[in-house]
């Protein structure tokens, strides 16, 4: 599958007249090292009961449908190719995207409203950092058939595209100038045991999930007494559809599923030290369930701020 996926990558490339193929290799995670043309797929998908284990332990499994995957590609490919080309020393690159040099920050608050950037991965990730810009610009433009000169007209951002645009006519007969088909950090030198890897992974979406209001769970299961004889476990009830409402309330905030499971174990201990019990509709409670553990997400995202983990 990842094989098929990475050639659709060099087809996408060679559409475009750009010569240069990235290698990659399986490492823990998706990057493209400095220094190293290339990019690094995480291992789970090269099996799918790796991959089941990765749902099973983050409820999600990053880049495995066909759409994600070739979005990640095309942005590491974006990194790869500033590498082999070293774009980032170029006046006009500075002048569209700012400072590569610029030390990564751990956090970013994006600002949802900004039109001087590109829309292509989760959270305005283009906002992060300027390299992640443009590996987020360079992904828009090579997405076969993308309308970006209509979809952008009028944005700032716009500009940056035209970049990428005149950088990759300017790259196309020239051989790379750094041309290293080293792994970085791959999955074959990796002597961590998957144990060792979740349980880092975990910790580093880990968030510290204040308290909820005993009052919020009170409304999201009341006490209705005509119903109490068809009652169920709130509790239960929650850690039944805690992967589903993973996914869904992801979907709605670009956050990773496990960050909102973890709202989700908090709402689970505090139903089972209060006893609260489901009285109404499945349905009904799942989607107040939904609205309430986004709109709660998206608050504490809004407070805080963005961890940069691409």
């Known amino acids: 599958m990842i094989e098929r996926r990475i050639g659709r990558l060099w087809d996408e490339l060679a559409q475009k007249g750009i010569r240069f193929r990235p290698h990659c290799w399986l490492a823990e995670e998706w990057f493209s090292p400095d220094g190293v043309p290339g990019i690094a797929i995480p291992f789970y998908l090269a099996h799918p009961r790796l991959a089941r284990l990765e749902e099973r332990q983050m409820f999600a499994i990053e880049g495995w449908s066909e759409t994600s995957c070739m979005q990640l590609l095309r942005h590491e490919a974006g990194?790869?190719?500033?590498?082999?080309?070293?774009?980032?020393?170029?006046?006009?690159?500075?002048?569209?995207?700012?400072?590569?040099?610029?030390?990564?920050?751990?956090?970013?608050?994006?600002?949802?409203?900004?039109?001087?950037?590109?829309?292509?991965?989760?959270?305005?990730?283009?906002?992060?950092?300027?390299?992640?810009?443009?590996?987020?610009?360079?992904?828009?433009?090579?997405?076969?058939?993308?309308?970006?000169?209509?979809?952008?007209?009028?944005?700032?951002?716009?500009?940056?595209?035209?970049?990428?645009?005149?950088?990759?006519?300017?790259?196309?007969?020239?051989?790379?100038?750094?041309?290293?088909?080293?792994?970085?950090?791959?999955?074959?030198?990796?002597?961590?045991?998957?144990?060792?890897?979740?349980?880092?992974?975990?910790?580093?979406?880990?968030?510290?999930?204040?308290?909820?209001?005993?009052?919020?769970?009170?409304?999201?299961?009341?006490?209705?007494?005509?119903?109490?004889?068809?009652?169920?476990?709130a509790a239960v009830f929650l850690r039944s559809h805690q992967a589903e409402l993973c996914r869904t309330c992801a979907r709605g905030t670009g956050q990773s599923p496990y960050v909102i499971a973890q709202f989700i174990q908090e709402m689970i201990t505090r139903c089972r030290k209060m006893k609260l019990m489901l009285s109404r509709p499945e349905a009904e409670a799942r989607m107040d369930l939904a609205v309430f553990i986004t709109a709660r997400a998206l608050h504490w995202l809004h407070e805080g701020r963005h961890r940069i983990t691409v």
């Open 79 to 233: 990194h790869a190719i500033d590498t082999a080309y070293a774009l980032h020393l170029r006046d006009d690159w500075r002048r569209a995207f700012g400072r590569w040099s610029k030390r990564y920050p751990e956090w970013y608050k994006p600002n949802p409203q900004s039109r001087k950037h590109v829309l292509h991965l989760d959270w305005w990730y283009a906002q992060s950092h300027p390299a992640e810009d443009f590996a987020e610009t360079f992904a828009v433009w090579l997405r076969p058939s993308s309308p970006w000169r209509r979809q952008y007209a009028g944005w700032p951002a716009l500009k940056k595209l035209e970049c990428v645009d005149g950088l990759m006519d300017w790259i196309a007969d020239r051989k790379a100038v750094r041309r290293s088909r080293r792994h970085i950090e791959a999955i074959a030198d990796n002597r961590r045991t998957l144990r060792d890897y979740y349980r880092d992974k975990r910790r580093l979406y880990s968030v510290n999930v204040r308290r909820l209001y005993d009052g919020d769970l009170r409304r999201l299961f009341p006490d209705e007494p005509a119903r109490r004889r068809r009652r169920r476990s």
